[in-house]
């Protein structure tokens, strides 16, 4: 997720993962049905909104701390912020 909030393409993050571009694609396509997302843009602003696109770092957002948070709205429904943390189901 951090290499699609930073602008990468697949191709770039199969080559600096050492996996295929379709090996990519599929984790894409995961992520995107995880989270509820449709496409890089609405990945890409998730991760930045979490912090997540700083060097695989995470920063859990802190309603308490940070006046100014606000969940994000993402495919229509409201993200907590262990949404994606949480792992896969089952």
């Known amino acids: 997720m951090s290499l699609v ?3 990468y393409k697949n191709k770039e993050m199969a080559e ?9 694609k599929n ?7 995880k989270l509820g997302v449709s496409d ?7 991760a930045i909104h979490r912090g997540l696109h700083l060097n ?10 940070d006046p100014d948070f606000a ?3 993402v ?3 409201c993200w907590p912020q262990t949404a994606f943390l949480a792992g896969p189901a089952g």
């Open 56 to 65: 695989g770092e995470t920063r859990e957002p802190n309603p308490v701390a």
């Open 16 to 24: 600096r993962m050492f996996i295929s571009e379709r090996t990519v």
């Open 75 to 77: 495919g229509g429904q």
């Open 71 to 73: 969940a994000p709205i």
């Open 27 to 33: 984790h894409l396509h995961n992520i995107f049905d």
């Open 5 to 7: 909030a930073q602008g």
């Open 40 to 46: 890089r843009l609405e990945l890409a602003l998730y």
